[in-house]
């Protein structure tokens, strides 16, 4: 089992930018899927990147693209995250999972979460 420990969250201004960081330790096998995910107050965990440990195949939800990168240096996953907007504001959480990739319930282990507030 991963453990995931997320950090750089903080409150920006609309058009700012944070990076996020997700620490991944224990056991991370090579093709699982490393998603970054969010949830605002209100609303469901929605994806927002994925992509294989290894790099490839990487995924961003229409309301992100062109905006936000995810990366991985050694144990680190990244999301760099560019103009932001107020409806960006929300938790977000890293996840390693070896299912679906693209819904919540394909991933199994997940980080405590870092706040990102967007003021507007």
């Known amino acids: 089992q991963a453990r995931l420990v997320e950090s750089g969250g903080g409150l920006v201004q609309t058009g700012g930018s944070l990076r996020l960081s997700c620490f991944a330790s224990?056991?991370?096998?090579?093709?699982?899927?490393i998603g970054w995910f969010r949830q605002a107050p209100g609303k469901e965990r929605e994806l927002v990147a994925t992509?294989?440990?290894?790099?490839?195949s990487t995924y961003y939800t229409d309301a992100v693209k062109g905006r936000f990168t995810i990366s991985r240096d050694k144990n680190t996953v990244y999301l760099q995250m560019n103009s932001l907007k107020p409806e960006d504001t929300a938790v977000y959480y890293c996840?390693?999972?070896?299912?679906?990739?693209?819904?919540?319930?394909?991933?199994?282990?997940w980080g405590q979460g870092t706040q990102v507030t967007v003021s507007s």
């Open positions: 992509m294989i440990w290894t790099g490839e």
């Open positions: 224990g056991a991370i096998i090579h093709n699982s899927n």
């Open positions: 996840a390693v999972g070896y299912d679906e990739k693209y819904t919540v319930s394909g991933y199994r282990d």
